[in-house]
């Protein structure tokens, strides 16, 4: 065998056991997560439920829908310093609408509390693409994992088409004596099905009744429903109730047999659950109505049974076209009395915005090879965020602010005044409509998928992905031009305003490293100087030998890098020096990384003494030694420290080459 031949069956060997090791792994893993996740099976009849279940678990036993929900929320969950609700259940899936899951916690709080709130039904309301659906989502894989833990256990009546609590078995005449031993009030009847089941099969004895642990399940439709409307002159009221169903009326002898009713419909699957509704708005009012009285009253009406108890919890979404529809007819008015209606915008912070690309970008696998500059992504949701803001009279800089106000940045020129009363301004904006209309998370990832497919290499670069936005926006029928011109224009403000700046800093950042002497140089130059100044002593020039006072101009060049003030350079210098006395008692050197405004001052000065290396990247076609050594540098520094590929890197190096060039 050749050495070459050895060499790579030697990487394939070494690769098989890469992934042999990593398959076991795995298994390990699915094992492991089988056990905790596996629900304990307990079934029996009911005087046994009462003797080995219900002792010390009578309260987790009997609790409502909104209290289960809230109890699965907080196992997860937590409040911050400031109140804020944080569960970790949405994490790395939902970014920059907490606001809008903490009212939605705050309603399950309030309804487990047993407020008036917990008769009230959950509508989110957003514009598309805004999180509301995987909200739910959530929710409901949230319910299903916590029904397997055991402070998550639920029990059902065995054979029940709603899986009611085994609770609705203790009497009514007993129910109080229930109350004083165990500290839990119970609500709720027998279903139709079950109470002729007692009658029939167990001549009344409650005692014998099967009981079983439930696992709630979306697929099983066990405690997780979920209604999408379809075309509203046809919907049937059977997909939530259920219907006789005739195969069965043959075999009991009678339509009003609750055995011969057809349990399928929506509300019965989503009993001891959450029942999600999708568009609800567009569904007929007759719809409604038997929903709100579900969610007020806990009961379903049906034609030939008596009123049948459900708990559950319904969730509902919709889109504000519907919405504002819906409001306008004086005949809701009642229906929206019974609602509480959450918001859900569309984030107003360009990172989170950025989080939700990464998401959705991620979950292609065919693109997960695909290489982003760090930017790409923050600059699409820059000009997203643009596009989201109210519209106004506002001058550029003054949409750069608010954006960078909504991301929590510092804004030079702004002081605390300000800064109050802009934020000021954004609350009272938000609280109109500002977040819900403009561009969606789903628009630019379509311009993005294009991007990718259309590129000739596994690589794009922010200005590939700016372009490809301008191309979608410019193609899409459905934007007017007015809308269309707009948006294009905070496309060149996204570049303009936030990616020059941020690729800028990258370079200065990759180009300082290949001039640490000379940085470490300029460092002890301004330490001189500031200390001659602060000593008032003069100093001695090193090539002619003459007295000079200290440099006051290379000082101020420095400092007004990072923006420091005429007034505040006193007060800047003394802590410098301050500081380097400081180093120097503890027997430490006083370097770049000792005081960061400093360094990045000094980062930027050299930047700026420096910039004809960078003009020499596409002046020269054949550099020097020296040159191409530090061009190579920077690129290799790019690429290890700062997220850019080889292709990415030399693109960012040759843009601001030509942004250099324009100053």
Not at 54 to 83: N, V
Not at 121 to 142: E, Q, Y
Not at 313 to 319: D, E, L, M, R, V
Not at 637 to 655: K, W
Request: net charge negative; hydrophobic share 40%; glycine share 6%.
């Amino acid at each position: 065998m050749t050495s070459s031949r050895m060499i790579l069956a030697a990487g394939v060997a070494v690769q098989d056991s890469g992934d042999e090791a990593l398959r076991a792994q795995f298994l390990r893993g699915m094992a492991g997560f089988n056990d905790a996740h596996r629900a304990v099976r307990w079934s029996g009849r009911f005087d046994a439920f009462l003797a080995q279940v219900l002792p010390g678990r009578a309260a987790l036993l009997g609790r409502s829908a909104h209290q289960y929900i809230w109890d699965m929320l907080r196992a997860s969950g937590h409040e911050d310093a400031a109140g804020q609700f944080h569960c970790s259940l949405f994490d790395n899936e939902l970014f920059g609408i907490d606001a809008a899951i903490g009212r939605v916690a705050a309603y399950f709080k309030a309804a487990a509390a047993g407020s008036e709130v917990g008769r009230r039904m959950l509508l989110l309301l957003g514009p598309p693409s805004g999180g509301k659906s995987t909200l739910v989502i959530l929710l409901k894989r949230g319910l299903e994992a916590y029904s397997r833990s055991d402070d998550g256990a639920l029990y059902g009546i065995a054979g029940c088409p709603v899986h009611e609590s085994p609770l609705h078995l203790v009497p009514q005449g007993m129910r109080s004596e229930f109350r004083d031993s165990y500290g839990v009030e119970l609500q709720g009847e027998l279903c139709p099905h079950c109470r002729a089941r007692l009658d029939e099969q167990y001549q009344g004895d409650f005692l014998q009744m099967p009981v079983e642990r439930i696992v709630l399940s979306e697929a099983g439709r066990c405690g997780i429903g979920t209604y999408a409307p379809h075309d509203p002159t046809s919907a049937d009221l059977a997909d939530l109730v259920g219907s006789v169903d005739l195969s069965k009326v043959a075999q009991y002898g009678d339509e009003g047999d609750p055995r011969a009713w057809s349990w399928s419909g929506a509300v019965y699957a989503a009993s001891r659950g959450m029942l999600e509704m999708i568009e609800i708005l567009k569904v007929k009012r007759e719809f409604l109505y038997l929903l709100l009285t579900l969610t007020q009253e806990k009961n379903v009406k049906v034609s030939r049974f008596p009123l049948i108890y459900l708990d559950e919890t319904i969730i509902a979404h919709t889109n504000l076209a519907e919405f504002r529809k819906f409001v306008q007819e004086s005949e809701n008015e009642a229906l929206l009395d019974r609602m509480v209606i959450v918001q859900v915008p569309y984030t107003l912070n360009y990172r989170d915005e950025a989080r939700i690309y990464r998401k959705l970008v991620l979950s292609a696998p065919a693109f997960r090879a695909v290489h982003l500059d760090p930017h790409a992504l923050h600059a699409a949701a820059v000009f997203a965020i643009l596009s989201r803001l109210q519209d106004g009279d506002e001058k550029e800089t003054e949409l750069v602010q608010r954006l960078r106000l909504h991301a929590g940045e510092d804004v030079e020129d702004l002081n605390q005044a300000d800064v109050r009363r802009l934020l000021e301004r954004e609350r009272e904006k938000s609280s109109q409509e500002e977040a819900l209309s403009g561009v969606s998370p789903r628009f630019v990832i379509n311009a993005l998928s294009h991007a990718i497919i259309a590129a000739s290499r596994n690589s794009l670069s922010t200005m590939d992905v700016l372009l490809a936005l301008k191309d979608s926006i410019e193609n899409d029928a459905r934007i007017e031009a007015r809308r269309k011109r707009k948006w294009i224009d905070y496309l060149v403000l996204a570049r303009k305003d936030f990616y020059n700046r941020w690729v800028k800093a990258d370079v200065h950042k990759a180009l300082f490293v290949s001039f640490e002497q000379e940085a470490q140089d300029l460092l002890e130059k301004y330490l001189d100087e500031v200390e001659a100044m602060l000593d008032n002593r003069q100093m001695r020039d090193p090539i002619t030998g003459d007295e000079r006072r200290p440099d006051e101009r290379f000082l101020r060049a420095v400092e007004e890098k990072i923006h420091i003030s005429d007034s505040g350079k006193q007060s800047f210098r003394q802590e410098v020096v301050r500081k380097a006395m400081g180093a120097f008692k503890r027997g430490e050197a006083f370097g770049l990384a000792s005081h960061a405004p400093l360094h990045d001052a000094v980062q930027q000065y050299l930047f700026e003494q420096r910039r004809d290396v960078l003009r020499l990247v596409s002046s020269s076609r054949r550099p020097d030694d020296d040159v191409r050594a530090k061009i190579s540098v920077v690129e290799r520094r790019l690429v290890d420290d700062y997220g850019y590929d080889d292709h990415s890197a030399r693109e960012a190096l040759n843009y601001v080459t030509t942004l250099l060039a324009q100053e």
